[in-house]
């Protein structure tokens, strides 16, 4: 992390990590001094309980209901966590809140940005699905989703309603799991237990046969399929910032020359059909 902070990144995700202590932890163990100029994203999602059918035998766990006031003070309580690095930003996943609060918790976090409280704050949109529309428009919110060389569903929606808001997205997974930037190999290949099944070649194929078609882009070893990744996403004008997995510390000089590898251009992406048809096409 301090690696990163020298060279010039601020932002760090902590909105959904695997374990929300231990990230905590890592970055203030980093920064101990709090030296401030950081930009901490955090995670709002409330689970509403799901009743579901009676079934005999124990009663399954359930998420306790629904309470706005605890939603609240855990958020503040994790800004106040942050607060001494720099600023907080909000990642919202809206689908979790009840629809009677949706309006009520916007208007909360509206006031939290002028209160000074927080820097911001952005719809959470989940995997596959068209991200939220802000209330206001594309200019008045940025949205979060995730998008990657691989995972391209919500490029079309995303380019037809944020064309005229430059950096109104941010970029979640954009090496789509590790398939490109090559950190999936190395779990199945070669940190297996001895006694774990064989590998299912199939299910092989079907996570890297599609990396294998992008070998256009790293053509004469002019970039590395991450650089790729990365230079893909950034090409596209509302894109605000791409949240990357931290890299390996051997890895982190190939991502931070992502920007002096020679750019896609437009001929490469629709070599490969990577850019969205023009609406009417």
């Not at 002028?114 to 995997?127: M, Q, Y």
């Given at each position: 992390m301090q690696r990163a902070r020298e060279s010039g990144v601020t932002t760090f995700d902590l909105s959904r990590p695997r374990s929300l202590p231990r990230a905590t932890q890592l970055l203030r163990t980093a920064f101990p001094e709090g030296r401030g100029g950081l930009?901490?994203?955090?995670?709002?999602?409330?689970?509403?309980?799901?009743?579901?059918?009676?079934?005999?035998?124990?009663?399954?766990?359930?998420?306790p209901p629904y309470r706005e006031e605890d939603v609240r003070s855990a958020?503040?309580?994790?800004?106040?966590?942050?607060?001494p690095l720099g600023s907080v930003f909000v990642d919202w996943d809206q689908s979790r809140t009840p629809s009677d609060a949706l309006g009520r918790t916007r208007d909360w976090l509206d006031s939290l940005v002028?209160?000074?409280?927080?820097?911001?704050?952005?719809?959470?949109?989940?995997?596959g699905e068209d991200p939220p529309v802000p209330r206001g428009g594309p200019s008045a919110r940025p949205v979060s989703v995730e998008l990657s060389l691989l995972d391209r569903r919500v490029l079309g929606s995303l380019a037809a309603r944020f064309a005229e808001t430059p950096g109104g997205v941010l970029v979640r997974n954009p090496f789509a799991d590790g398939r490109l930037d090559g950190s999936r190999f190395s779990a199945p290949l070669f940190d297996r237990d001895p006694t774990a099944s064989p590998i299912n070649l199939r299910s092989l194929h079907a996570d890297f046969d599609p990396v294998l078609r992008l070998g256009p882009l790293t053509r004469n070893h002019r970039r590395t399929l991450a650089q790729a990744a990365l230079q893909y996403l950034l090409y596209w004008p509302w894109v605000a910032t791409v949240l990357l997995p931290l890299p390996a510390p051997e890895r982190w000089e190939e991502i931070r020359k992502t920007a002096s590898a020679p750019p896609l251009d437009i001929a490469e992406l629709r070599e490969l059909n990577l850019v969205p048809e023009p609406p009417g096409s």
């Open positions: 930009l901490v994203i955090i995670g709002l999602s409330a689970e509403e309980p799901d009743p579901g059918p009676s079934r005999p035998g124990p009663a399954p766990a359930r998420p958020t503040v309580e994790r800004v106040s966590q942050f607060a002028e209160r000074d409280t927080l820097a911001g704050w952005s719809l959470h949109g989940r995997p």
